[in-house]
């Protein structure tokens, strides 16, 4: 029996500019999105009936969970099709921290509608996939797609952008969640910034693109710094390790990334806040760049 596995990366928001929210309860942004080279890793196999099962380090929160994203995403693709609930054993191998601002959830969908896809051999296209994918949520096609983009809109109105160079960095999360709605309720109540779309750096180069984000901001920054303090001394930290050149929070917390000119750069920074902080979750990576997919069978 074939199993297909892909890697469902983390999403990060290398900046997030936000508008007033509008009558449907929703907040126009504009963000630029990269994505890292790990993240939680799915497994798609044929079974009699549709199933989930959760591993890995920050599996156990998600295991009692009877509506994942998942298996919300599967159904939805059922019904689309016409083909009922896709009779799938699915595996989570999950390795994201939960309601850290990586799309963790969201990714996990993605990787599983286009392992789906190809285990069921489905005649739907990707404009196909991709609505199925905002059922989910506004991140889904973004986080379908898991690649470089400027995200406006509710985050649906994408536009690639395949000149963003791989970005050496440095994840941090110290180990507290930070619940998207209650930032964003947070955020209502104070002043409003705007979701303005920035001129893009005229040079691509790392170093320049790192000067170019430094003129940017993540706005549920402070609004997630209220209702969870650690998430300032994460910053902090991230910006005092060696060789870390821009440190910022990613969506809505708390994971913060730290931006480094080289690959040696980032993993000795993630060396020293390891050591200063053991029971934080701290990774070293690369952001966005094209990373080929890990799509594979077994």
Sequence with gaps: ????????????????HVGAVDG????????????????????????????????????????????????????????????????????????????????????????????????LRL??????????????????????RARSAWAEGRGDVLTEAPDLPPLPAVL??????????AVYRAYDRGPIRGADRPAPPADGSVAAVIDWLADQRNDLEAPALALT????????????????????MSGSGATVFGLCRTVAAAEAAARVLGAAWPGAWVHATRLGG?????????
């Design 1 to 16: 029996m074939t199993v297909r596995t892909a890697l469902a990366p983390a999403k990060i928001n290398l900046f997030l």
């Design 24 to 119: 449907d309860g929703y907040h126009p942004l504009s963000s630029l999105v990269a994505f890292a080279d790990m993240g939680d890793m799915v497994a798609v196999e044929p079974a009699e009936r549709l199933s989930l099962s959760v591993m890995g380090p920050f599996g156990a929160v998600l295991a009692a969970e009877p509506d994942n994203l998942i298996l919300r995403a599967l159904r939805a693709l059922g019904e689309t099709t016409g083909t009922g609930e896709p009779p799938l054993k699915v595996t989570l191998d999950k390795r994201l921290p939960i309601a850290a601002g990586l799309g963790g959830g969201s990714s996990d969908a993605g990787a599983a509608l286009k392992l789906a896809r190809a285990v």
């Design 123 to 144: 005649d739907i296209d990707e404009a196909g996939l991709e609505a199925v994918a905002g059922r989910i949520g506004a991140d889904g096609p973004m986080c379908l």
């Design 172 to 181: 941090f999360n110290p180990g507290v969640p930070s619940p998207t709605g």
């Design 229 to 248: 303090p650690v998430i300032g001394q994460a910053l902090a930290s991230v910006a005092g390790a060696p060789g870390v050149e821009l440190a910022r």
């Design 290 to 298: 094209g990373f080929p997919s890990t799509d594979h069978a077994l």
